[in-house]
């Protein structure tokens, strides 16, 4: 009896020694770097909004903004990492080599790389989000309002997430308007007002009355709203800023991954991942349709959206031809995430060459 | 009643001691704004300044981080000095990393140890190319090397841009905009194992001493010091005045490209499209609040440095917006200004008459 009473005793203080731990364990911190200033619009806000979701859900966290890719960026991850952060994310692209670096020094801490493609040890994950099928639906909505089937598209720099971007909305766009031509003009910047405001003057000049953009400043959307144009938000709703102009916006949304993955963390049940996330998985988000859409473009807008949540439908699918006519994927077959990945051909349909 | 009077002399004292009094006045300013924000000044401070360098990992960032800030400094002291504005360093600097990133590409995978000089020496080349273009431009055709030598800082960065994205992109990399990483051979040896400082520090050190050799003990120093106070006097002694514009520009140049040559080679180890957070602008204020003498720039180069250290720091641990430290680098170049005020002026205290 007495033998049973300290093993109970025993067993109930290491339960309440788990339990203890758990809690401890709840209490994760994690960090954000940030390439640019959190500002009020763009690519660092969004990520910014995501980590305050983090923080809504009883987490604390910490950022560090303006972060270049330079030397700096491994200097940033392994001071966070050293001060008791237990997950970091970073979130450029050109972070990901010192990602991979830190991350080895520091296996107890998890590292979270957007955009990139390296995951050298099993604590890192990588993610990204699928914003071509948000750029398919701006396409739908491009073709079916263009009255000169010009449509305009600044884009950043020719690689393959915007060259993808770019193939999305045209494919989108013919398949409403057969007729309507994408003019790209390249920025070679992904925030330099100036520069994006000259670019969307350019495609205007040149017959545009739609304006996509893949650069992060809303000088596109302003410059359209003066010259009477459409325009789409790029990573923000962007419908502030120029509330005629502005169709919709493409939203990236990253708050229910971030605070899934700081969660998991928590529980002991992170593990290495790659992530691409769409509209389905709520990563990339529609804002609200414009009311100067016709109705009957709204709701097929929403169908279209649905049907690319739920899998039906694909923003690649067959048939689909390059520039030189090329077949590049067959008929009712899709594209793979691997064609995808490193997409670096126009389709039919778009003008000019991609810059070598 | 206090008069202000014109010195007969700027004063040699204040000219090594308005440096000091800039950083002063920053630090006050500075507490002031953190007070203004709503922080605690010294606490604030302390992050700033003080917590980045306590440990040696701290320390050994501080000395990675001011080596190509002075190097480049050094260089631009050269140019400075003999009343040549050149304000093009990060494109010279981008140019020497384009040079000797390629040359290390070439022998990727390759190892041997004739390989890490040439990537050097290509580098300083690199940046004496790019130098020489304001500086044939200046001295044959009479342009203003000021405006020459900024704009090729963009021409630069879009070189670069084009050849990481296209040509000399990763063939591994899906199409990233960046190049494969050097072989061990092409990097410049770590000095402690699991610090960051590389021997590229040695470089910088060697500018130092050459720079002050050539400053007060060769005729050359001698020609820039005379240029530099008066062109006119300059021409009536017959010093060789385009030869020696030409010549400072190649030194400029080829601080700048090893420069570029430290931070590919050293901490990033490939090419991609930000090889330099604008150390080739920065360097300016160093060698200005150097007072544009080597060992000044030294001391000049630690200080601008632990800013960037400093705000990284503050931010992490207190929340304080990173770009001040932008501020603290504006406010002390706008306070050495101002101050050099008392360099040709002196405050005269008069009894007041009745």
Request: with cysteine; glycine share 10%; charged share 15%.
């Amino acid at each position: 009896m007495h033998k049973f009473f300290i093993r109970s005793f025993v067993s109930s203080l290491v339960l309440l020694f788990t339990f203890t731990v758990a809690a401890i364990a709840k209490d994760v911190k994690a960090a954000f770097v940030y390439i640019g200033p959190t500002g009020d619009h763009g690519w660092t806000y969004q990520h910014d909004v995501g980590r305050k979701a983090v923080e809504a859900a009883g987490f604390k966290t910490t950022y560090v903004e303006g972060v270049p890719e330079s030397a700096d960026a491994e200097r940033v991850l392994r001071q966070l990492a050293n001060s008791g952060h237990d997950v970091i994310f970073t979130t450029s692209f050109g972070y990901m080599n010192p990602t991979n670096k830190v991350a080895k020094e520091f296996p107890n801490v998890k590292f979270e790389h957007a955009t990139g493609y390296k995951r050298e040890h099993p604590n890192v994950s990588t993610y990204a989000a699928r914003f071509y099928e948000g750029r398919t639906i701006l396409g739908t909505i491009a073709g079916t309002m263009t009255k000169s089937n010009v449509i305009g598209y600044v884009a950043s720099f020719p690689i393959p997430e915007v060259i993808r971007g770019i193939n999305s909305f045209t494919l989108a766009a013919q398949k409403v308007n057969p007729n309507i031509k994408t003019k790209i003009v390249w920025a070679f910047t992904w925030y330099d007002p100036g520069k994006e405001a000259e670019a969307a003057k350019a495609l205007i000049d040149q017959g545009a009355d739609v304006i996509a953009q893949h650069t992060d400043s809303t000088a596109i959307v302003q410059i359209a709203e003066k010259a009477g144009v459409y325009a789409f938000g790029q990573a923000s709703d962007m419908d502030k800023f120029a509330p005629k102009a502005v169709l919709t916006s493409v939203e990236n949304n990253w708050g229910p991954y971030y605070v899934d993955r700081v969660k998991a963390v928590a529980n002991g049940t992170w593990n290495q991942k790659d992530t691409w996330h769409g509209i389905g998985d709520g990563m990339v988000v529609i804002s609200d349709l414009d009311s100067q859409m016709p109705a009957d473009l709204r709701s097929k807008v929403k169908k279209l959206q649905a049907d690319l949540a739920s899998g039906k439908v694909h923003s690649f699918t067959g048939p689909i031809y390059d520039q030189k006519g090329n077949l590049m994927v067959a008929e009712g077959k899709t594209a793979d995430d691997g064609m995808l990945a490193g997409m670096m051909t126009y389709v039919k349909g778009v003008e000019g060459d991609i810059p070598k | 009643m206090i008069k202000i009077v014109k010195r007969d002399q700027p004063s040699r004292a204040i000219f090594f001691l308005t440096p000091i009094l800039a950083i002063f006045l920053t630090l006050v300013a500075g507490g002031l704004i953190f007070y203004i924000l709503g922080f605690k000044p010294f606490e604030a401070l302390k992050f700033f300044f003080i917590v980045p360098i306590a440990d040696k990992y701290g320390f050994s960032e501080l000395l990675l981080k001011a080596t190509p800030l002075c190097l480049i400094a050094i260089g631009l002291s050269f140019c400075f000095k003999s009343n040549n504005w050149n304000i093009g360093a990060e494109g010279q600097l981008t140019f020497g990393a384009i040079v000797s990133g390629g040359v290390a590409l070439l022998f990727y995978e390759q190892e041997g140890f004739y390989i890490l000089p040439i990537v050097i020496l290509a580098g300083a080349i690199g940046g004496m190319l790019y130098a020489s273009i304001p500086a044939i431009l200046k001295t044959y055709f009479n342009t203003n090397e000021i405006l020459v030598s900024l704009m090729l800082v963009y021409v630069s960065k879009l070189i670069l841009d084009y050849l990481v994205v296209g040509p000399w992109s990763n063939p591994e990399g899906f199409n990233f905009p960046e190049t494969r990483q050097f072989s061990d051979s092409a990097r410049l040896p770590l000095l402690f194992e699991g610090l960051r400082i590389h021997a590229g520090i040695f470089l910088a050190l060697a500018s130092v001493v050459i720079s002050w050799f050539v400053f007060y003990k060769t005729y050359l120093g001698f020609q820039m010091k005379v240029s530099g106070f008066s062109l006119k006097t300059a021409k009536y002694a017959g010093y060789k005045g385009k030869k020696m514009i030409i010549l400072v520009f190649l030194i400029s140049g080829a601080c700048a490209g090893l420069a570029g040559v430290g931070e590919i080679t050293g901490p990033i180890g490939q090419l991609h499209r930000e090889v330099s957070p604008d150390y080739g602008f920065t360097a300016i204020i160093v060698a200005f609040l150097g007072r544009l003498h080597p060992v000044g720039i030294i001391f000049a180069s630690l200080v601008v440095a632990i800013t960037y250290l400093g705000a990284e720091t503050a931010q992490i641990f207190m929340q304080i917006p990173k770009y001040t430290g932008q501020v603290f680098q504006g406010m002390i170049l706008f306070f050495l200004l101002a101050s050099d005020y008392l360099l040709f002026f002196k405050f005269k205290f008069i009894g007041s008459k009745k």
